[in-house]
């Protein structure tokens, strides 16, 4: 077995704010193997992207702040390096891409200024030229037609899902090992989200990249993913290989989870089921296990003490749940 | 981003540390790079459908009240607030305290006894006591004629609160119509509020007031004049300048109103509420409108430093307020005669105009990070 | 709340009957700022909605989907066309027709947060359709609201608590029992769920399920969320580029897609099964929705299609009753 890629252990980024603390991410462990493609899922605000940002190292301090833990990546811990050092690795070995490609695009250069000058800043022996042609070939591998002219064109030039596409080019033109996708297509139509998904998962398995697909789309995971985290509340809840998720669920978050999409392939009329209750108040999360006061299986132990994540006997499928399915 | 060692201590220099960060920042969520929607919101403290209900539950506030609890925390802001209160108390209540202050005095030149009531009002001239520095009799000394520096300085405050008053009611009142209608309707009153402000932008303020100064002054002088109070005692020409200011400042006003009505009209609860039957009407003055009150206050805090200098500058002039009638220009105008001599007589008027100006600006700016929807916490 | 008895007519009759509808935004240009162009958002759509049912209409974004809508409720005045509402022409009707006939025809916003307004409470905004319809004095109105409240499953407790003190599924749920204040008829829904959270999702469509099934609504629900769209619709209309491409039951629509551009659609959803998605062939579309400024001429879809032949270029494909109550505007469906 190779050596991990991405080690996070016990990671705590908190927020500080005016209405208390947030504990956005709270005690989170997982590992990443290169090559890997690794979904984590979650609503909004269960941490699932301060979690990337805290392995990209951009969360904004103040508020926030990494409380604790370590983000081992090749074994090195990404919270020991100076702000040069963080610089060399963002972009080069861990790239990131963002839900929204407009606005992470600078508008006033050419996309393939953009790339090239990516390539440029982390490979000092690459001149002008050469950066240029590497920048039309990216364009060219995520399938931007007639990349050579298109390159000179600016990012408004472009439409979303090209725009998306060009973020790719420039987050792969490095040859990264690991690239962190932030809802990549959530801001993309369903044709051009499964154009975007599909060329991801061609060039992730061509360059050996490992991803780390964010989303709060479980179809996303299930077409994309080889492992999957469930976050909840800054937590962790339940961890396995995609096919034991939608499979044999074992928290009882990510079978509510499942229960309340409705799928295209289902018989229509059936009734969902949601789950019930909001999600807690983040600067004030009870005692005990986050998802209790919603939970249909709730006990009085659940209440009382947080149930850290285990294998619950099923292979690598670990839930964070006293009672697991 | 050393995060490590964030300790709400005293500093190495032996200072303590005014709230440090790490105890209590402000949660900015966009200081996240392109990650607006990412970061960690809690459901905004949601009232959960099955929460116990609260027998007290504590007082609900609006936006806008949370604003203003923003504002009140801006030290900065507070502080000038208070400024601008003293300074409006003393030129209204100042002049009735100092006319009981102090003795009576046996004039040198005449022969006569006079009062505070007398030597210490505005216009009252003790040709041998000029260039005097503050005693117990003139607080502030007393100018190249002899005229009491307190009593002219308090009333040119007076001069410039009024004037700011009058500017921000026309200011206000008409920015906001047309502001409303154009961004609401658009059409020939778009047009034209965009010809029109295109046109005082090109054409510069000041000399567009010294213009109608010019061609209007003696008819202000002849009419206004007539005006009990605010026209009389060589006021009337400020009324003209009142006007004029306002005139030139109000199409800016109603530009920002205009931008800010697009973006309200784009809202969907302005939808919502024609869906709902709501008549034009209603919607502008019960849905735009009461949105518009933040920006509006914002902006005429920050038109007002700009009148209160164009008054000034307008005055300095010799184009507004005339003598015998003080204003905090035209004692600028008078003393800067003598600056080598007797700086004391510049710098008084010149600071107050300074600390006026500035505590304006700063409540605007103070206004304008509590009401800006981006520094929300 | 009080049952509405008057409106007990026939289920399945037509109830919103939509045809030729255009709405064209011109696009200003030049020096003078001429119309130099048009964007055609809606271009022709034929449609009708049944009393008591739901008729989905999806469509990817700048498909012209929430301009329909918008519309058929006369919230955008249309460039062409005709627009009934129970036999009434909207179109043609005077302003105060139509907002007299607000009280029949409400809508869902998909923006919970700037769908209310911030400086209102729960209560005023909503009592602000009963007052508008003077419904009863302030008592009455008081408790209609906390009737309403009830209805949607808001506690009436909060009821002068403002909007930002709830989350984005209560917001939702505000808007809605606004919606229903006035005992409307037919309620347009423009993506009610896509702007909430997926476990909060299905709470608030259940509720429009319920309050379908309780007060005899007709909906128009529009959304980009297929599997959305199929579960809770009854007939489903799919838009590309400002025109109904397909019209059939939701069954069959998903079944038999007879338009390619159904057919690539479904195929792009990602199905939250893995084994489902291993075997899934997708059709992956070229190229990305031309500009409705400048639609390609004919059938608009045909630049990205794998059928195209020579007369999909020139004539643009009628939507025509392909199988029974399955409409379809393609030359070669199937």
């Given at each position: 077995m190779a050596a991990n890629l991405l080690e996070v252990n016990n990671l705590k980024t908190y927020f500080y704010t005016r209405g208390g603390v947030v504990k956005a991410v709270d005690d989170v462990s997982f590992i990443m193997k290169p090559g890997q493609t690794l979904g984590v899922v979650g609503e909004s605000g269960s941490g699932k992207s301060v979690t990337a940002l805290s392995v990209m190292r951009l969360i904004a301090t103040p508020p926030g702040k990494i409380a604790g833990g370590e983000i081992l990546f090749n074994g090195e811990n990404i919270l020991d390096k100076s702000r040069d050092e963080l610089t060399e690795l963002r972009g080069s070995k861990i790239s990131m891409i963002f839900q929204d490609p407009m606005t992470s695009l600078n508008p006033v250069f050419t996309v393939g200024y953009q790339i090239a000058e990516t390539v440029k800043r982390h490979r000092k022996d690459v001149s002008n030229e050469q950066a240029w042609r590497r920048a039309v070939e990216m364009l060219d591998l995520v399938r931007i037609p007639d990349a050579k002219r298109r390159a000179k064109n600016y990012p408004h030039e472009f439409s979303g899902g090209m725009r998306q596409r060009v973020m790719i080019a420039i987050a792969l033109a490095c040859n990264p090992q690991l690239l962190i996708a932030d809802e990549p297509t959530t801001a993309l139509d369903v044709t051009i989200q499964a154009q975007v998904l599909e060329l991801m998962k061609g060039l992730s398995q061509e360059f050996g990249t490992a991803v780390m697909m964010i989303t709060h789309d479980l179809g996303v995971v299930a077409g994309t993913c080889q492992y999957v985290n469930v976050m909840y509340a800054g937590h962790i809840v339940e961890s396995a290989p995609v096919k034991q998720?939608?499979?044999?669920?074992?928290?009882?978050?990510?079978?509510?989870?499942?229960?309340?999409?409705?799928?295209?392939?289902?018989?229509?009329?059936?009734?969902?089921?949601?789950?019930?209750?909001?999600?807690p108040d983040m600067v004030n999360i009870p005692q005990g296990c986050p998802y209790a006061a919603r939970c249909p299986k709730v006990q009085a132990r659940c209440r009382q003490e947080r149930p850290e994540l285990q294998l619950v006997g099923r292979g690598d499928q670990s839930a964070a749940c006293f009672y697991p399915n | 981003m050393d995060t490590h060692d964030h300790k709400p201590e005293t500093n190495a220099s032996g200072f303590i540390a005014p709230t440090s960060n790490a105890v209590e920042p402000e949660f900015e969520l966009s200081t996240v790079p392109g990650h607006e929607n990412a970061a960690p919101?809690?459901?905004?403290?949601?009232?959960?459908?099955?929460?116990?209900?609260?027998?007290?539950?504590?007082?609900?506030?609006?936006?806008?009240?949370?604003?203003?609890?923003?504002?009140?925390?801006?030290?900065?802001?507070?502080?000038?607030?208070?400024?601008?209160?003293?300074?409006?108390?003393?030129?209204?209540?100042?002049?009735?305290?100092?006319?009981?202050?102090?003795?009576?005095?046996?004039?040198?030149?005449?022969?006569?006894?006079?009062?505070?009531?007398?030597?210490?009002?505005?216009?009252?001239?003790?040709?041998?006591?000029?260039?005097?520095?503050?005693?117990?009799?003139?607080?502030?000394?007393?100018?190249?004629?002899?005229?009491?520096?307190?009593?002219?300085?308090?009333?040119?405050?007076?001069?410039?609160?009024?004037?700011?008053?009058?500017?921000?009611?026309?200011d206000i009142s008409l920015g906001i119509t047309v502001g409303v209608l154009a961004g609401y309707y658009g059409g020939w009153i778009d047009q034209f509020l965009a010809r029109l402000a295109d046109l005082l932008f090109a054409f510069p303020g000041l000399l567009f007031i010294i213009l109608v100064a010019g061609i209007l002054g003696g008819w202000a002088d002849d009419t206004l004049g007539a005006v009990p109070v605010i026209g009389a005692g060589g006021n009337a020409r400020l009324l003209l300048i009142s006007i004029v200011l306002a005139f030139t400042s109000w199409p800016l006003m109603a530009r920002y109103v205009r931008g800010q009505t697009l973006q309200i009209k784009e809202q969907q609860y302005i939808e919502a509420a024609r869906t709902s039957g709501t008549n034009d009407l209603t919607i502008l003055t019960r849905h735009i409108v009461p949105n518009l009150f933040s920006i509006v206050m914002v902006a005429s805090t920050l038109n007002i430093a700009g009148t209160i200098i164009g008054e000034a500058g307008i005055s300095y002039l010799g184009l507004g307020v005339r003598p015998p009638g003080a204003s905090i220009g035209l004692m600028i105008s008078d003393a800067s005669q003598s600056l080598s001599a007797y700086p004391w007589e510049l710098l008084v008027p010149s600071l107050t105009l300074v600390i006026i100006v500035l505590s304006f600006s700063f409540i605007g700016d103070g206004l304008r990070d509590a009401f800006d929807p981006h520094s929300k916490d | 709340m009080v049952q509405q008895v008057q409106k007990t007519k026939a289920i399945g009759t037509t109830l919103v009957d939509v045809k030729g509808l255009k709405v064209h935004f011109p696009v200003k240009g030049g020096l003078l700022g001429r119309t130099v162009g048009q964007v055609k958002a809606v271009d022709g759509v034929d449609l009708f909605v049944r009393r008591g049912e739901t008729l989905g209409l999806v469509g990817e974004s700048g498909c012209g989907k929430s301009t329909t809508g918008r519309a058929i409720l006369q919230l955008i005045k249309p460039t062409a066309g005709t627009v009934k509402l129970d036999g009434v022409e909207l179109t043609t009707a005077s302003s105060n027709d139509i907002r007299r006939k607000r009280a029949e025809m409400q809508m869902v916003f998909q923006d919970p947060y700037s769908s209310l307004d911030p400086r209102y409470t729960i209560g005023q905004i909503i009592s602000e359709p009963l007052e508008n319809f003077k419904r009863g004095n302030?008592?009455?109105?008081?408790?209609?609201?906390?009737?309403?409240?009830?209805?949607?499953?808001?506690?009436?407790?909060?009821?002068?608590?403002?909007?930002?003190?709830?989350?984005?599924?209560?917001?939702?749920?505000?808007?809605?029992?606004?919606?229903?204040?006035?005992?409307?008829?037919?309620?347009?829904?423009?993506?009610?769920?896509?702007?909430?959270?997926?476990?909060?999702?299905?709470?608030?469509?259940?509720?429009?399920?319920?309050?379908?099934?309780?007060?005899?609504?007709?909906?128009?629900?529009?959304?980009?969320?297929?599997?959305?769209?199929?579960?809770?619709?009854?007939?489903?209309?799919?838009?590309?580029?400002?025109?109904?491409?397909?019209?059939?039951?939701?069954?069959?629509?998903?079944?038999?897609?007879?338009?390619?551009?159904?057919?690539?659609?479904?195929?792009?959803?990602?199905?939250?099964?893995?084994?489902?998605?291993?075997?899934?062939?997708?059709?992956?579309?070229?190229?990305?929705?031309?500009?409705?400024?400048?639609?390609?001429?004919?059938?608009?879809?045909?630049?990205?299609?794998?059928?195209?032949?020579?007369?999909?270029?020139?004539?643009?494909?009628?939507?025509?009753?392909?199988?029974?109550?399955?409409?379809?505007?393609?030359?070669?469906?199937?």
């Open positions: 998720i939608f499979q044999t669920p074992a928290h009882p978050y990510t079978v509510g989870l499942l229960q309340s999409i409705p799928r295209v392939d289902d018989a229509r009329g059936a009734r969902l089921t949601p789950i019930a209750g909001q999600p | 919101i809690p459901e905004e403290a949601a009232i959960a459908d099955s929460a116990p209900i609260d027998p007290k539950p504590k007082k609900s506030r609006t936006p806008f009240q949370e604003s203003l609890r923003r504002f009140r925390r801006d030290k900065r802001a507070m502080i000038s607030l208070i400024v601008i209160l003293c300074i409006v108390v003393i030129a209204i209540l100042g002049p009735f305290i100092y006319h009981h202050i102090g003795g009576l005095y046996k004039q040198q030149l005449g022969t006569h006894i006079i009062g505070p009531d007398v030597y210490h009002t505005y216009d009252h001239q003790e040709l041998d006591r000029a260039h005097e520095m503050p005693s117990p009799q003139y607080w502030l000394g007393t100018d190249g004629i002899g005229r009491d520096i307190l009593a002219r300085l308090m009333q040119g405050m007076l001069i410039s609160i009024v004037l700011a008053v009058v500017v921000e009611i026309v | 302030a008592k009455e109105i008081q408790e209609e609201v906390a009737n309403l409240m009830e209805t949607v499953g808001l506690n009436p407790f909060y009821v002068n608590r403002f909007a930002h003190e709830f989350s984005g599924g209560q917001r939702q749920r505000i808007g809605i029992a606004r919606a229903l204040a006035l005992h409307p008829s037919f309620v347009v829904a423009d993506e009610p769920v896509s702007a909430l959270d997926v476990s909060i999702q299905a709470q608030v469509l259940n509720l429009l399920q319920d309050l379908q099934g309780k007060f005899g609504l007709t909906y128009l629900f529009v959304a980009h969320n297929l599997s959305v769209v199929k579960h809770i619709s009854d007939r489903v209309a799919v838009m590309y580029l400002g025109r109904v491409v397909e019209l059939a039951k939701s069954e069959s629509l998903y079944e038999t897609p007879l338009h390619p551009y159904t057919q690539a659609l479904l195929s792009a959803i990602p199905v939250p099964d893995p084994e489902v998605e291993l075997r899934r062939k997708r059709i992956i579309l070229e190229g990305d929705v031309p500009s409705p400024v400048n639609p390609p001429s004919g059938c608009n879809f045909h630049p990205r299609c794998w059928k195209a032949q020579a007369i999909c270029r020139e004539v643009i494909p009628p939507l025509e009753e392909k199988q029974s109550n399955h409409y379809a505007a393609c030359h070669f469906p199937g």
